[in-house]
């Protein structure tokens, strides 16, 4: 009986031990979980949080683009560039810069990769194909004078920039262009290196064509046909900023040049004859257009001191007359005035 009493207590006194336990893990735990929580609570109101913060995706910074047909909003770097001006599309390929279309039936010598078929043809300079064009849905357009007639147009379908090279102040006008080209596509650091380095080569020869005392006249032949060209001209490039004195100050300024004889060249004797041969990259298809020395060096010339001393000098018409205004064509002009007057 003791026995069976003794048991029992024993056996109650097991259960209250027991039951002691479980009540003290289950107040620490509840003290662990209280405490993990102020720590949450402490970390979030420090702004320590340890999740990632959610960021807004950065907008695309957009440029405002003043030029002489307007003004055009353009983001930065953009897309599916379209490109109507040999000068521009000369500066980008300098600047690293891919493009996607082109106007590819009469590219110069120099840019005849683009006529690949992994760029658009774009149509003519002075014909686009619009159709081609709105299917692009191009970030930008590039224009010059042989495609103003077509700003409107363009423009509808995408920023368009006209960016001719002013002849009046060519210089100032080709440095805006180059700089410009380079903040559009974030090529600052390369435009302001080529334009270094050009200005350098052009200070050199300019020095060295207006101390020679020695003048020069630029001419374009076409059709048996020649037109002058003088400062502040189309090519008077030659004069205003390579240094060549002219012959004749009073040219008229136009794109066309002014037409003259050969007695006006005989009567001039200029010490240097640059001539511009039009019809050797602009012929109808299927005729052979005769070199400019055909026309040029006739008896009228042969009395003038530039071709009694072999300083009639035939300028690349790709570079002058089709191209020019570009970081390729600038100085292999610069390279051609310069052996000329050696």
């Not at 191009?138 to 090279?165: C, D, H, Q, W």
């Not at 300019?206 to 090519?235: D, M």
């Amino acid at each position: 009986m003791n026995r069976k009493i003794t048991m029992m207590l024993m056996m109650i006194f097991l259960v209250v031990m027991l039951a002691a336990c479980g009540s003290s893990k289950e107040g620490a735990g509840s003290s662990r979980n209280a405490n993990a929580g102020a720590a949450k609570s402490e970390a979030g109101a420090s702004g320590t949080n340890t999740a990632e913060p959610a960021t807004a995706a950065p907008a695309e910074e957009e440029l405002t683009i003043k030029h002489k047909l307007g003004e055009a909003k353009v983001k930065k770097n953009p897309g599916n560039v379209v490109v109507f001006d040999y000068g521009v599309l000369e500066t980008l390929d300098k600047l690293g810069v891919e493009v996607a279309a082109v106007p590819q039936g009469n590219l110069p010598t120099h840019l005849k990769k683009y006529e690949d078929s992994k760029y658009t043809n774009a149509g003519t300079l002075f014909e686009p194909d619009f159709e081609k064009l709105s299917a692009l849905k191009p970030g930008v357009i590039f224009i010059s004078g042989r495609s103003a007639e077509a700003y409107e147009e363009l423009n509808k379908i995408a920023p368009t920039i006209f960016m001719g090279v002013d002849t009046a102040k060519y210089m100032d006008s080709f440095t805006e262009n180059v700089k410009m080209l380079g903040q559009i596509f974030g090529k600052e650091a390369e435009a302001d290196k080529e334009l270094t380095a050009l200005n350098d080569s052009i200070k050199a020869v300019s020095e060295q064509a207006s101390s020679s005392g020695k003048k020069g006249l630029v001419i374009l032949t076409t059709g048996g046909k020649v037109s002058a060209y003088g400062p502040g001209s189309r090519f008077g490039v030659v004069h205003d900023v390579f240094g060549v004195p002219a012959v004749d100050d009073t040219i008229e300024a136009s794109t066309h040049g002014q037409s003259i004889s050969f007695e006006y060249v005989a009567e001039k004797n200029p010490d240097y004859l640059f001539v511009v041969d039009r019809d050797a990259v602009v012929t109808e298809k299927g005729k052979q257009a005769e070199p400019a020395s055909k026309l040029v060096e006739n008896d009228l010339v042969k009395k003038t001191n530039a071709y009694k001393n072999g300083k009639i000098i035939y300028l690349d018409p790709s570079y002058w007359y089709l191209s020019g205004g570009g970081l390729l064509s600038l100085p292999e002009m610069l390279k051609e005035v310069q052996e000329g007057i050696k």
